[in-house]
């Protein structure tokens, strides 16, 4: 599985991005899907996750009501809409995919449970 991410840049305090995330080949609508953040001398941190369906998703609680996952199994591609944001989301994002969670509820949340990650996009949000 290749990952691709896309839709990084430079916005301003309160604005928005979004993030995509296109996969290569055919079991993409069995893997959990995710996001993660890394801000420089940071450890890459868990963001959002939304399970094989697209049904569920879970987020951490600093983007929790200003991001929103999501997903088109049709098109192979995973979303990040990022809204209000500050300039501590400043960071470079990756997205991943989990194997082995296709039927169920389950949300991986740590870098452990992801078998294949994108090359990252850089956002930066100015003050």
């Known amino acids: 599985v290749q990952l691709q991410a896309s839709g990084g840049g430079l916005v301003q305090a309160g604005g928005s991005l979004r993030l995509s995330c296109a996969a290569s080949?055919?079991?993409?609508?069995?893997?959990?899907m995710g996001w993660f953040r890394q801000a420089p001398g940071k450890e890459r941190e868990f963001v959002a996750t939304?399970?094989?369906?697209?049904?569920?998703?879970y987020y951490a609680d600093s983007v929790k009501g200003r991001f929103t996952i999501s997903r088109d199994n049709a098109k192979n591609t995973v979303y990040l809409q990022m809204n209000s944001l500050k300039p501590e989301d400043t960071a470079v994002y990756y997205c991943?995919?989990?194997?082995?969670?296709?039927?169920?509820?389950?949300?991986?949340?740590?870098?452990?449970?992801?078998?294949?990650w994108g090359q990252g996009t850089q956002v930066t949000v100015s003050s």
């Open positions: 939304i399970t094989w369906s697209g049904g569920s998703t």
């Open positions: 080949g055919r079991t993409f609508s069995s893997y959990a």
């Open positions: 991943a995919a989990a194997v082995g969670y296709s039927g169920t509820y389950y949300y991986p949340k740590t870098i452990y449970e992801y078998d294949y």
